[in-house]
């Protein structure tokens, strides 16, 4: 049983979804329960790998091996290293909180859970594939059902346009849920485009045998191979990350996509992003790394400030949540970029950690949204009155957001610029600071807008506090920020296994490059 | 006697057990600790956290009653405990001081003795202990691994450490908290929040705790920001006031710009340093410091920078510890550093939200904007004074910062006309005497200050408290007045809190602590100008504040009966009842009473009330005004000057471990011969006191405020600039808040139309592409029909036209094979011949002219085939060269050629077409 724990934790939302199709669409509760079923498997199944890890030996653990087709050298090979375990477990946490967030869906609720746990599946399998061909084909196998998700269940101009440019927007339904979609789509597809070609040029520079990461690794690639295939992945891969220009699927995306979806999208997909740039850009094509790192650090640093520039003056509150998406990816991006184990460390941290503070952020403004029935902040105000609860784990995820010790956002924030710090590029320590102080800024002007100031107008007396089910995904992810920031070594000494191992290899070949 | 005698006559009292709730205590267990393990510690800090979570999530269903007990009872706990830490500290600290007794026992010196009298701890033996001091730690678990430098790293714990300094401070926060939430009990009786309250006050503690307990920059950090987060939830506490809310904001967004300075100051203290631990730290400068020392007596550099030394780089652990004495490192993580002090402890430029946090229930004025939280810059200077000290123009310019800001605040508090407005100024003027006092070297003298200050501040606003409390939630001092008659209590209380704070001589904390200070500014050492200055400054500020606090206090409490009474038609009698000459006047409101800055989360029962002391709400908030007061006064006896004693104030030497002191670079001698700089210096306090108290009795009791009035009429346009506070909030929000808010505006828009509007752009291309290309679509067969035979005419046309052929080749063993392109129709005639052997290069064009020899080759190949593949066995150093003749359905011809050399079988040359 245990020795197969990672093809569970992969194929329980995978087999789950099946069960969900072959249910009746009337059968609503077993529809759920099913759903919610499948992701808890996974979430204990990420527990128990999490806990398990041996982070003295480190390295590859439950190692899964099938050849899926020999002659080219793929294989659905998983194993667990330093970083899945945590990025495992962030994903069940997401997946448990979405399912019980969607538990109210009024319509065509079986196809949503069905697409909702067969992307979860792909994001499972993204963190432990150990080959690039199947990471390839989950991280799809992630993106693509986002399509449906936010066409068909999403929402459209919650905020209509306004401004000198409404007409031109009005053009091309800006705004619109199919928009959104669309948008996201074709842009993380040329993305994967990117990344395909990246792919092919490493498998064949590594003498076209194996699409194995270690192989791949182990392979010495043309320095100027590395050179041109480093800027695919990480703009391929960095799409999805967020990363300046390529962002602006981004806050259309999460505005318009349901609950459990923004939650599932902010929260995992775009980590996945980062994750691919890291484990694949970063670690495979080391020279082609370092070489780029200046560029790579700098385009993040402007992402934390863009980000948080650009959520200051919004007025609808899904788009403050995505461009602080944003501003935080970069956080994660210029970790990585300073090529320290402390910078990596922080990156990977910064990455469930923003998993679950935005997790927190979007579950708690679908719960506003379906009362309130509007997002634009200006309309809001003294919603604390009603709904305390739900005000107090906004300001919790505030807090987080800020970086305020005690909450998971601090540990990782002030790992990165520290690793800013002492990668030499003094500048990149500034987004750390003026950044943190900005997002302070934005936040609690949000949290003031909506939850602070007189009693609510007429319109919103009825709204009413989190109920039930409800509660289950602020509580979960409330006490994980928390439990993260204070006991941040349960994820911290797994993710520095894996950084330790990547990057001393990394900075001893791309070292050697420069 | 000293206290650890008495905490073990304590002990003995009590007995080795004590049994509360059933559970036995063993408090041998408690007292007896091995240094790591003083789990009291723990409880200390944690059970407000319990309090905090109690009140929190319960609230509501535990009641009036419930959360009063929990949050009291959190908050008490933990102040007995710490009386019970602070005496197994001076236990800890006994037994070295026994050890130094014995071996100094024969010398049998008076003056020895009686200085252990004063001391609470002696001096202790060896020079590990001179610096760490007595300490008792707790620690729980480790944090996470915070890197100090590229590759190095260090274990930040939660770790709690005890020492003389945390000691004292720890003894204020839960002391002067728990007479607060007695207070608050009162004083939130009629507030619907009052479990919210609680929770927030019981999280406040918390972080302050381990602000003041932390072992570590990071740890100091965490509660740092969380006294942020407290402060921030509590002054925003009536959330449904607009105005709050954004006071609430303004105080943490103002706070993280002082935040960010600590952040990067610690971090460059941990780059250079090499560690976040106080303790550590501490050692490494000592080293850094000895080595420095040693270096420039070997050398005779004297004091250069460390760059003008270079070989010491060669030396890497003691390079670590130097480079953080280097001025420019060093100097800049303390300007940082104070960077955050001045966020916190609301200094200029820094200190514009501490008077809008006045926008708080008053209990929160008092402990955190007052007592404790804005006290944590002292703190922080005092914890790292050891380091501090060694820069010089850092110190110059806190000192004068604190002197600025000392006088600044004065300035506008003296036409303030709000007594918590007023209170407010008056505390960032009085924590700029605490800089100022850090500024000169004076670390101790500050931190007594932060005592004395802690009680006689908390004490006035609890009094202003009770005040608006009883008035109705009036606070304007225009509107009051006579109150002496209605609340006596409060009304002692406060005059004490008013005597000590405006430095009455002799008999009163304030002006031990004040007269310190400015003693240590007149006297000071190593800038003696800058000294004076300061001296100066603080002088003329105490004037300011012995004026405007004798004002406040004389508008408030004497003469006629409270004007908003007077005002209403009310009248009272001798025996307090009230009798309404007005009545339809005595409901209405009274425009000035509720302006923005009055408490309108309780009191609305009676808009003019007489006021009062009874009623159990007045009482539980008049007890904690005695005590205060009464504290006021006794905390004199920790800081008795040089010339009373002929000794170190007590607390000075007790925090002599930990803090460091600019009177310890100098000689015992010069030590001495500045102390009779003590009684002049003495002078100008004594005479700032007198004329500020003067002036205001002058004006405001004898004139009955007349000459103020004339003064303000003088000079209108000063007056209304010092009355609008100079107009710094208008300032920043000119020159910061505006030009932040556009510049986001601007990325915002920059990023919907020029980034956002690229994207767009592309899609709008293919979307016309696609309109370009729809009209081919038209269903019509005829359309259709004529498209095919376009079609077919360019293949037609293609197919005619000369072929084209490509050769690629694969080396397979000993035989090249060469591999043309297809094509429709196409027969192929293959040839093949020896290459140019005297060609100097391996190019195609060398060794395999077009010539006759290929033409003779390929006249020999005979008819075509529609073979595409040609073997050539590879033989001969020179190579083959190889030909093909192409040749489409229509018998257009095209050639190509290839070159196979042996010696280099990768290297197949292959031609275009000729």
Sequence with gaps: MTAHLLSIIVAAPALAALVVLLLPSSARLAIRVASLAGALVSLAGSVVA???????????????????????????????????????????????????????????????????????????????????????????????????????????????????????????????????????????????????????????????????????????????????????????????????????????????????????????????????????????????????????????????????????????????????????????????????????????????????????????????????????????????????????????????????????????????????????????????????????????RGTRAIFWGPGPSERFHALTDARGTEWVAPIMLGVCLVLFGLWPRVILDSIDTGTTAWLARLLAVGGNAL | MNLPDISQQLMALAGDQISVLGLRINLGNLTDVTPDTYSVLGWIVWLPVIGALINGIWGKKLGRQGVYIAGIGAVGTSFLLSILAFFTLLKSGHAPAEAAEGANASAGEAAHAAHHMLSFVARAPSIQQVIDGVKVEWMPWDWFLAPT??????????????????????????????????????????????????????????????????????????????????????????????????????????????????????????????????????????????????????????????????????????????????????????????????????????????????????????????????????????????LFIHFTTVMNIIALVGAFTALFAATIAVTQVELKKVLAYSTVSQLGFMFIGCGVGAFSAGFFHVFTHAFFKACMFLGAGAVMHACGDRQDVRELGGLRKYLPVTFWTFLVATLAIIGTPFLFSGFYSKDEILFRAFAHTWSPGLGKLVYGMGVLAATLTSFYMSRVFILTFLGEGPAYLEKAGITVDAHGHATSTAHDDAHGHDAHGHDAHGDDGHGHHDPNPIPSEAGIDMKLMVAPLVVLATMAIVASVLGLPHWMTHHEGMLATFLEHPVADGFQFVSEATRTQRHTLEIPAMFGGIGAWAVGAGLAIWVYVSQKGEPAKRASEALPKLYSLVLAKWRIDELYDLVFVRPLRGFASFVAIFDRFVIDGLVNLVGFVAMLLGKLLRPMQTGAVQVYGAFISVGALAIFAWAVGAPAVVLSQRVDGATARIEASGGPGYTYRWASFEANRDATSDTLEARCPLAEAAATAL????????????????QGASGRCVVVEARNAFGRRAYARALVISNNPGTIVVPGTN
């Design chain 1, 50 to 444: 999490l806990a398990s890890y041996d982070r003295h030996a480190g390295g590859l653990q439950r190692v899964e091996d099938v050849a899926l087709v020999p002659s080219m050298g793929i294989h659905l090979r998983l194993a667990l290293d330093g970083w899945g375990g945590p990025l495992l477990l962030l994903t069940g946490i997401i997946i448990v909180a979405g399912v019980a967030a969607s538990w109210t869906l009024a319509s065509r609720d079986k196809e949503y859970f069905v697409l909702l746990l067969v992307l979860v599946a792909g994001v499972f399998g993204v963190f432990v594939s150990q080959d690039l061909m199947v990471f390839f084909l989950f991280y799809e196998v992630a993106v693509l059902p986002m399509y449906l998700l936010i066409g068909i269940w999403g929402a459209s101009h919650a905020v209509p346009a306004k401004g000198p440019f409404a007409r031109a927007w009005r053009v091309f339904s800006v705004g619109d849920k199919q928009y959104a979609a669309m948008k996201l789509t074709l842009m993380l597809l040329v993305g994967s485009a990117a990344i395909l070609v990246a792919i092919f040029a490493m498998y064949i520079g590594a003498g076209a045998r194996s699409f194995d990461l270690a192989d791949l690794a182990a392979a010495h690639f043309d320095r100027r191979m590395q050179l041109w295939a480093f800027p695919l992945v990480w703009l391929g891969f960095g799409t999805l990350a967020g990363v300046f220009p390529f962002h602006t699927w981004s806050p259309d995306g999460h505005a318009s996509a349901p609950t459990a979806v923004s939650m599932l999208h902010a929260g995992v997909l775009m980590k996945l992003g980062a994750f691919g740039v890291m484990r694949i850009g970063m670690v495979l094509l080391p020279e082609g790394a370092t070489a780029w790192m200046p560029v790579v650090g700098g385009v993040a640093a402007l992402n934390v400030l863009y980000g948080a520039f650009c959520a200051m003056s919004q007025s609808d509150l899904k788009y403050i949540i995505a461009y602080s998406s944003v501003s935080h990816m970069g956080v994660v991006m210029l970790g990585a970029a300073t090529l320290t184990p402390e910078g990596w460390n922080g990156a990977v941290f910064q990455m469930v950690a923003h998993g679950i503070m935005t997790g927190l952020f979007f579950s708690l403004v679908g719960l506003v949204y379906e009362r309130a029935h509007t997002r634009s902040v200006p309309l809001m105000g003294g919603f604390a009155h009603v709904m305390p609860g739900v005000a107090a784990f906004f300001t919790l995820a505030c807090l987080s957001s800020l970086g305020l010790p005690g909450t998971a956002g601090f540990v990782s924030e002030f790992l990165v610029f520290l690793g800013a710090w002492h990668s030499g590029h003094y500048a990149w320590a500034i987004p750390g600071v003026v950044g943190a102080f900005i997002t302070a800024i934005y936040v609690l």
């Design chain 2, 149 to 386: 430098g590229p590759h190095t790293g260090e274990m930040i714990r939660m770790r709690y450490v005890l020492d003389p300094l945390s000691g004292v401070m720890l003894l204020v926060v839960t002391g002067v908290g728990t007479l607060i939430h007695v207070y608050s009990a009162g004083y939130m009786s009629h507030d619907a929040g009052y479990a919210r309250f609680f929770a927030y006050l019981n999280l406040f503690i918390f972080a302050m705790l381990n602000l003041i307990l932390g072992d570590s920059l990071v740890l100091l950090f965490l509660g740092w920001e969380g006294v942020g987060l407290a402060s921030y939830l509590l002054i925003g506490f009536w959330y449904h006031n607009a105005a709050y809310a954004f006071a609430g904001r303004k105080a943490f967004i103002v706070n993280r710009i002082g935040d960010a300075g600590l952040l990067m100051g610690m971090s460059i203290i941990a780059w250079k340093g090499g560690t976040y631990t106080f303790e550590t730290l501490r050692h490494h400068v000592a080293e850094g410091g000895a080595a420095w020392t040693a270096l420039t007596e070997h050398t005779g550099l004297g004091n250069f920078l460390i760059d003008a030394l270079p070989f010491v780089g060669s030396i890497p652990s003691i390079a670590s510890k130097m480079e953080l004495l280097n001025p420019t490192w060093g100097g800049l993580a303390c300007l940082l550093l104070f960077v955050g002090c001045c966020g916190k402890s609301a200094q200029f430029p820094l200190y514009v939200w501490l008077p809008d946090a006045m926008a708080g229930p008053t209990p929160v004025s008092a402990l955190i904007h007052a007592a404790t939280m804005v006290t944590a810059g002292i703190y922080l200077l005092c914890r790292l004074s050891f």
């Design chain 2, 859 to 874: 006249s020999h190949a005979g008819d075509g085939s529609v073979e595409t593949r040609h073997d050539e066995a590879l």
